[in-house]
């Protein structure tokens, strides 16, 4: 397991970006990063994950080409750009882990409140 910490949330207008940062005091190159965000009254739900290798997927119920995940290795830090945010996009978003040889994420953040307001 590693030690997550998010940070970059905030409240922004509708319309409007954040990014936000996972930085991890560890090395990270070696495992698959995902975020997650959990909206008020909702169960938590899948954003996106970019692999070792950089390889990314998404959510394809709200993201739409609106969210990027990127990576630094050398920083050990892994980045979520939010454009275009709406008020649906309210949520608590975590960083989470996943080593090669796991199949859930085993690491996970404390999450990072973000406030989109209409």
């Known amino acids: 397991q590693v030690q997550l910490v998010e940070s970059g949330g905030g409240l922004v207008q509708a319309g409007g970006s954040l990014r936000l940062s996972c930085a991890a005091p560890?090395?990270?190159?070696?495992?698959?990063m995902g975020w997650f965000r959990q909206c008020p009254g909702k169960e938590r739900e899948f954003v996106g994950a970019?692999?070792?290798?950089?390889?990314?997927?998404y959510s394809t119920t709200f993201v739409k080409g609106r969210f990027t995940i990127s990576r630094d290795n050398a920083k050990n830090t892994v980045y979520l750009q939010m454009n275009n945010l709406k008020s649906e996009d309210t949520a608590i978003y975590y960083c989470?882990?996943?080593?090669?040889?796991?199949?859930?994420?085993?690491?996970w953040g404390q999450g990072t409140q973000v406030t989109v307001s209409s």
């Open positions: 970019i692999s070792w290798s950089g390889f990314t997927t």
């Open positions: 989470a882990a996943r080593s090669r040889a796991a199949t859930t994420y085993d690491s």
């Open positions: 560890g090395r990270i190159s070696e495992y698959t």
